[in-house]
Nanobody, 128 residues
């Protein structure tokens, strides 16, 4: 079983960049696709991006496409979310997650219910 830990959150200004990391203990993260989600109080968890286990397929929500980039380094057992041109509305707790099914990736894997392993989340706050 994979256990995920996010890091890299913080307080930034609008227009700044931030990079989140997702690492794992237990089973190697390289065996899993990884999704990034975010959540604000009172709202459902929102899909942000995902990347398949090889790092060759990525998929983004319309709200972050062309601003965020998801990559992975399987040798370091880490997945990254590079967030550029941050906006106030990007403020949220960001979670990384691994899906139940090995083949779940891309536009077939944006529903939070597809993911069974979650990190504890990291807060990103963008001041306007």
């Amino acid at each position: 079983q994979v256990q995920l830990v996010e890091s890299g959150g913080g307080l930034v200004q609008a227009g700044d960049s931030l990079r989140l990391s997702c690492s794992s203990s237990g089973r190697a993260l390289s065996a899993y696709a990884v999704g990034w989600f975010r959540q604000v109080p009172g709202k459902e968890r929102e899909f942000v991006a995902n990347i398949n286990w090889l790092g060759r397929t990525t998929y983004y929500s319309d709200s972050v496409k062309d601003r965020f980039i998801v990559t992975r380094d399987n040798a370091k057992n880490t997945v990254y979310l590079q967030m550029n041109s941050l906006r106030h509305e990007d403020t949220a707790v960001y979670y990384c997650a691994a899906p139940f099914k090995f083949g779940c990736s891309g536009n077939q894997c944006y529903d939070a219910n597809e993911y069974g392993y979650w990190g504890q989340g990291t807060q990103v706050t963008v001041s306007s």
